[in-house]
């Protein structure tokens, strides 16, 4: 209970702060400093490679804080940490400000089977699993998957692949995030349910 209400008060402080706190960088430099991210995000911030997530019409402040991770090596992944270790923070927050401002993806085209999983991923992220004690995830990523500025990251207009990476990293802990909200919730998670979920918030419109 204790830590509902905790959960609750930090999703509140969020958009609380979202409202005055938004990028400050200069998103014209940072489509400057964008060339070499393009070869991996795609031109336009959506990339060609699963695995390689979609930075376009992600939340402001998230990009910035996730590239001050990698920097710092709280979130590790080797070609990252490689590419933010020469940004410096004007850098980041104007890479940031750049992605935010441009179009998201529309949303994937799912198969058959994917359809299928979509349907049971969205009884999870719209009413939580209460079995495991795990909120709704639309509570945190918005009904539609777009996200809260600027802790909240966009979940739709994501590759399933990417998305279903990234949960299993925070289930064995090897994600970090600025707070363990995430561990928790994926660790009550089987893999099949975080199967389940990536389709469903790849097809989120
Ligand atoms: C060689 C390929 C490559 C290059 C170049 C590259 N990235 Fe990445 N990027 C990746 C991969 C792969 C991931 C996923 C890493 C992980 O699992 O943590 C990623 C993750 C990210 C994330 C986390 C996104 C999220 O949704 O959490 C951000 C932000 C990011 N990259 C920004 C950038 C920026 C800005 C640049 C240019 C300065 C850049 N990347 C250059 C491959 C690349
Ligand atoms: C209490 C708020 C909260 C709830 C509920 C929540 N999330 Fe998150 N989620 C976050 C935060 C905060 C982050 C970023 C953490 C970090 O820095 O790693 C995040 C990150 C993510 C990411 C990584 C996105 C990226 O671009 O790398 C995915 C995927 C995700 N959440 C899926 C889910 C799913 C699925 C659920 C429901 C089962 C869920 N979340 C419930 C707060 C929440």
Redesign the pocket.
Known sequence: MLKKLLILSSVLLASMVSSTVLAMGDAEAGKQ??A??A???GAQGISAIP???N?AG?VPGY?SA??ADYKAGV?K?A??QG?AAI?SQEDMDD?DAYYAGLPAKISSVLSEEDIAMAAIGEKIYRGGYAERGISACMSCHGPSGHGIPKNY?RVSAQHKEYLE??LL?YKKGE?MGYNDIMYDIAFGLTELQIKQLSAYMAGLK
């Open positions: 400093k964008s070499t991210c070869a991996c995000h695995m390689n997530p930075l992600q990009i996730q590239l979130r992944n070609i990252m590419q940004l890479l990251p990476q990234q990293a994600r």
